[in-house]
């Protein structure tokens, strides 16, 4: 394992705080890496850089040797190139270094191939931001093929991109379990799987996008199938569509979820959805017609947003309970209007995601 105090020390870093050189005093406000920590468990090391503000960032794959590059804009870098010997099965060792430019590099040398990826997690609290770092291995074919699919959080062009932006939509409940139902008899797995087909529809018009739904029909699903079902297809986005319903029957609008696990740093769910729930929610806000009901992402441990590598948000659009809400529920122009503001949602996270 690596000794955390020569981790710090190569990125600029004392364990009391940053050493300061004399140029930072006159850049106060440059970005800075302020502490770092590693996550290694079989199948993936996650890398944590905290930061006193976002930074711009590039990751990029290299072969012979195998090794990923980062690159932060502007960074502060307090120490020439130190090399830091690394246990870990996939991460062999990294090298920092201060560019001319006044950006900072990190290179990381890599004991097998493998998928990586680079994204800024923002405290929904207004702390400071983290940069995570992921590396997956991946080899032969099939690893290919999935590393066709793989989105590193960074600026890609269209036409790098080897298939198009895949999002899975799951209409909530089904068969035997019709979720809630309104006063006037609207069950929640009706106009779940309505709104579902006409995202669906919207998405799939939309060049360099597909949307798959995890039931086309009124049947029951798993909930362990529907996870794995945005698996199978590739997903890059993963949406839940539910219907609300409260003992209050005044309680109205949408809200958003994601895991509560989001935050966490242990990869049991993608934290990106924290950042697909925020711009869903806002979409969902800056349509008109529809109202919302939390103001900010909320999070539970819902079983269907347990996906490792998948954003994935599961929003509730209106409250059954509500009599008026029902009835708007029905309409086709309401549903209209829902579905326009999840496709956006989608579109607008893809965009910011360098998806697309």
Do not use: W
Not at 106 to 135: C, H, M
Not at 284 to 292: C, E, H, Q, S
Not at 301 to 320: D, K
């Amino acid at each position: 394992m690596v000794n955390r105090r020569f981790v710090l020390k190569a990125l600029g870093l004392s364990v009391g705080g940053l050493l300061v050189p004399a140029s930072l005093v006159h850049a106060a406000m440059k970005p800075r890496v302020t502490d770092v920590r590693f996550s290694s468990k079989p199948g993936r090391t996650r890398i944590v850089l905290s930061l006193n503000q976002e930074v711009k960032h590039t990751l990029t794959r290299l072969s012979d040797p195998q090794r990923a590059v980062l690159e932060l804009a502007n960074t502060e870098a307090a120490h020439h190139p130190t090399l830091l010997s690394y246990t870990d099965a996939i991460v062999r060792k990294v090298q920092t270094s201060p560019l001319p430019n006044g950006s900072m590099r990190a290179t990381f040398e890599l004991a097998q191939p493998a998928r990586s990826r680079a994204f800024i997690l923002k405290d929904p609290r207004g702390g400071d931001p983290r940069l995570v770092i992921d590396f997956i291995p991946a080899s032969g074919q099939a690893a290919q093929a999935r590393d066709e699919g793989d989105d590193d959080a960074q600026p890609v062009r269209k036409s790098q991109r080897k298939k198009p932006i895949t999002i899975v939509l799951d209409p909530g409940h089904g068969g035997i379990d019709p979720g809630a139902i309104g006063k006037r008899g609207l069950r929640e797995k009706d106009v779940t799987l309505e709104v579902a087909k006409r995202v669906a529809r919207e998405i799939n018009a939309m060049p360099g996008y597909r949307a798959f739904l995890t039931r086309q029909e009124d049947r029951f699903v798993a909930l362990s199938r529907r996870s794995a079902m945005a698996s199978r297809y590739g997903a890059d986005l993963f949406i839940s569509l539910h219907a609300d319903a409260f003992h209050i029957a005044s309680a109205h609008g949408a809200s958003v979820y994601c895991h509560a696990d989001c935050e966490e740093e242990n990869g049991s769910v993608d934290p990106r959805s924290l950042e697909l729930g925020k711009i869903m929610l806002s979409a969902i806000a800056k349509t008109p017609g529809l109202a919302v009901h939390f103001r900010s992402t909320k999070q539970a441990r819902f079983a269907v947003l347990r996906n490792r590598n998948i954003p994935s948000v599961l929003v509730e659009m209106a409250f059954l309970s509500n009599r008026n809400e029902e009835v708007l529920m029905r309409k086709a122009s309401h549903q209209a209007f829902l579905a326009q503001a999840v496709t956006q949602g989608a579109r607008e996270f893809a965009r910011a995601a360098g998806l697309a």
